[in-house]
């Protein structure tokens, strides 16, 4: 199994300015009251979505949502859930999907499109390529780039491109879930409704957040990137393989190429310094030294210890 690390740098302002997504958090925040009412039929409880174990602890609350982490697999997962009809509707209607719509096309654009999706397009070419196969047709489940599709069209990589839900025999060479593993109330069906879309020898790329990355391991209710909607499911390296493979794919890749875990825990160790306390790394950010940050963001890739994960499954 191929891992893959990211040597380029990236920092939170490129992707993440910070009045940008602390107003987007915020919108999300409200849109997710809006869902905390008395009304049981908008939720679901749910088994550990890595490996189907019931009676997980609890193990914290976030934002009115509860959070457990599951003894078996370590998943973390918000139980109980809005239901799919539910996020869908905030999805599509919620301000915080509007403003961030209108961030990724404003804005963020040309930053999203250097470091997210000429990324995401050169790791597909790279592993077809790799594979000396020829797909004929692909098909993009859902992912939250607006232009990601124009872009996989005017790079003549396929021959077919589509976005919408695929007539069952219409299967596709390659199926893509990018950024949505973790925002939806069944992960496991969802990859069972991908999966059903993609022909046999077919390829399977996607990203997701990883809960047994460094920020969510080491600050837990406390990373800011834990929005409850955008983070209902963070399957660790090890829960999420044994989902596919159960599903029916060959795990070819499964890397965590994340660039942003050292900033993102310095950024919060430094700024809630009573409420961090964690001691070592205090001391670790408070030497400013810019090389040993560097290489323990590359050791994090190399030991899948970071908290995006990349995957690419081939179906049996």
Not at 41 to 63: I, L, M, Q, S, Y
Not at 69 to 92: E, G, K
Not at 116 to 129: A, E
Not at 219 to 242: C, K, M, S, Y
Request: charged share 20%.
């Amino acid at each position: 199994m191929r891992t893959t690390v990211i040597l380029d740098e990236l920092r939170q302002s490129e992707l993440r300015p910070r009045g940008v997504y602390s107003e987007y958090g915020r919108l999300l925040r409200e849109d997710a009251a809006q869902l905390l009412t008395p009304d049981t039929t908008a939720w679901r409880h749910r088994a550990c979505p890595g490996c189907d174990a019931a009676n997980a602890p609890v193990a914290f609350e976030k934002d009115g949502f509860t959070y457990k982490r599951c003894p078996s697999c370590a998943t973390l997962f918000a139980d109980p859930v809005p239901t799919q009809a539910a996020l869908d509707h905030v999805r599509a209607t919620g301000r915080s999907a509007v403003y961030q719509r209108k961030a990724f096309t404003g804005e963020l654009a040309a930053a999203r499109r250097r470091h997210v999706q000429l990324s995401l397009l050169q790791w597909i070419t790279g592993t077809l390529d790799e594979q000396e196969i020829s797909p004929h047709t692909y098909h993009d489940w859902g992912t939250p780039e607006p232009n990601w599709l124009n872009l996989v069209v005017q790079s003549n990589l396929f021959k077919r491109v589509l976005a919408e839900r695929l007539d069952p025999n219409a299967l596709a060479d390659v199926v893509s879930l990018f950024d949505d593993l973790d925002k939806v109330s069944d992960p496991v069906a969802l990859l069972g409704e991908a999966t059903q879309q993609l022909a046999p020898n077919g390829f399977f790329f996607m990203t997701t957040t990883a809960g047994s990355g460094l920020e969510y391991q080491l600050l837990g209710a406390h990373t800011p990137n834990l929005l409850p909607l955008d983070r209902l499911t963070l399957f660790t390296v090890e829960a999420i393989r044994q989902r596919l493979e159960r599903t029916g794919y060959n795990v070819l890749e499964l890397s965590t190429p994340g660039r942003l875990d050292v900033e993102t825990v310095c950024n919060y160790v430094r700024e809630n310094p009573a409420r961090a306390q964690l001691p070592f790394w205090d001391y670790f950010f408070s030497r400013n030294d810019e090389q040993a940050c560097a290489e323990l963001q590359l050791f994090l890739q190399q030991h899948h210890l970071s908290s995006y994960m990349r995957i690419v499954a081939q179906k049996k």
